[in-house]
Each structure stands twice: as C-alpha cells, then as structure tokens.
C-alpha cells in the first residue's frame, strides 16, 4: 500500500463540463504522476509534478491541466471534458527506494 | 524517449503450461525495467524489477525476468501458471536518470482451469 487514495473513484459528467480528479498522498514523496488507462494504449503519461508547483508534461497532456499547491495533493482538471477523455486515471507516486512507482486505485471517468 | 513494445496481446493457457511474455524497449542508454499485474477491476501492482546486477530477477508469485542487453529485452516468465494468475501484464521501462516511466500496450492473460 502506497498510501495513496483517489477521489472521484467514479464519475459520469457530460461533454464540456470541467472535471477535477484528486490524487492524495500521505508519505511526502516528491514525485507524483497521472496516467490514464485505455485498452489497446496501455497507460500513457498525461502530467507529473517533481515537487510543490513543479510540473512538466507528458505524452498526452493537450486537454489536461495540474496543479500541485502541496506535497500531498495532486490535481488533475479537465478543463472541458471530451467523449475521448472517457477513460482509467491513475494516479502514481514514485516510491523513495530506487525508481519505482507505485500506484492508486484508479478513477473511473466516463464523458457522455 | 523511450517506448516499449509488448508483443503479445492475448494470451490463453491452460494450467501448468509455462508462460514466457515478450517485453522489448528502445533506449540506449542505462535503464531500469518493470513489470506490472493488473487483476481485473484492480489497480496495477509491481510484480518485479530490475535496476542492475543479475539479469534474472525473481519476483512475487512465482514470476522471473530475465534482462537481455544485447537484445533489448526483459521478457517475464512464470514455469507452471494458475487460473489466479489470469490478469493484464504490463511492462515499463525508466531511463535511470529520467522522471519518466514507459508502459507497453499490456497483454492479458487468461488461465483455463
């Protein structure tokens, strides 16, 4: 157990609304990553965060913001939720013996 | 940037065969390899990994991999499988002085009893 919990764990909203997924961690690791999950994709970076407002992008960030105001929180926000953003989000932390990275119980998000 | 190939995309067996997946990643340089279970409607779970030293790393329930430089590889290996060992199987590669971590597209497993 990585100590981290994922809110929504479900979510139905409808297109063009924003959504935010909160990533919450209680063992003060520096790094944090959202990733989401699609068959035949497998997971796929969206955004990670190297510390307290340190953010950088990963492979599939168009349409994705984050946000990290403390060690413990994580947020990602669609900022206008698209039928392609219907996905698994899962949230990681990158575990402080060796590079290892440990994730959330995912959230299930589904835009109709 | 790094990327991984996994080859196999469904696999069936039957209990007790051997099971070998195929992992294959691109990147020059030093890397760290993983893999990864997924259990249906679960989260993903490390199964192994590997950093340096022995290419052939044990990992939890029975799981082995074996690193191959030359070829690029770290291929998962279980000798004699179980119908609980049906899940998606992920592998993931991490430059060792990059913040990024590359997962394959995954291959399910099934397991007939």
């Known amino acids: 157990d990585a100590g981290i919990t994922q809110s929504p764990r479900h979510k139905v909203t409808e297109t063009g609304t924003p959504v935010t997924l909160r990533c919450h961690q209680t063992e003060n690791h520096r790094y944090m990553y959202w990733y989401r999950q699609d068959p035949g994709h497998g997971l796929r970076l969206i955004h990670y965060s190297y510390g307290v407002k340190d953010t950088d992008k990963g492979e599939v960030s168009d349409g994705y913001s984050v946000s990290r105001s403390k060690t413990e929180d994580f947020l990602l926000t669609l900022e206008s939720a698209t039928s392609s953003q219907t996905s698994v989000y899962f949230c990681a932390i990158r575990g402080t013996q060796g590079n290892t990275i440990y994730f959330g119980e995912g959230s299930w998000l589904t835009v109709v | 940037a790094q990327s991984v190939s996994q080859h196999n995309h469904h696999v069936i067996l039957s209990e007790a065969a051997s099971l070998e997946l195929g992992c294959n990643y691109s990147y020059g340089g030093t890397v760290n390899l993983f893999w990864y279970v997924q259990y249906p409607g679960q989260h993903l779970q490390l199964l192994l990994k590997y950093f340096s030293g022995d290419p052939l790393v044990k990992g939890i329930k029975g799981f082995e991999a074996e690193f191959i430089k030359s070829k690029f590889s770290f291929n998962l290996r279980k000798p004699s499988v179980q119908w609980s060992d049906t899940a998606e199987y992920f592998c993931?590669?991490?430059?060792?002085?990059?913040?990024?971590?590359?997962f394959g597209t995954g291959t399910s497993l099934t397991v007939i009893p």
């Open positions: 993931a590669v991490n430059a060792n002085t990059g913040n990024q971590f590359y």
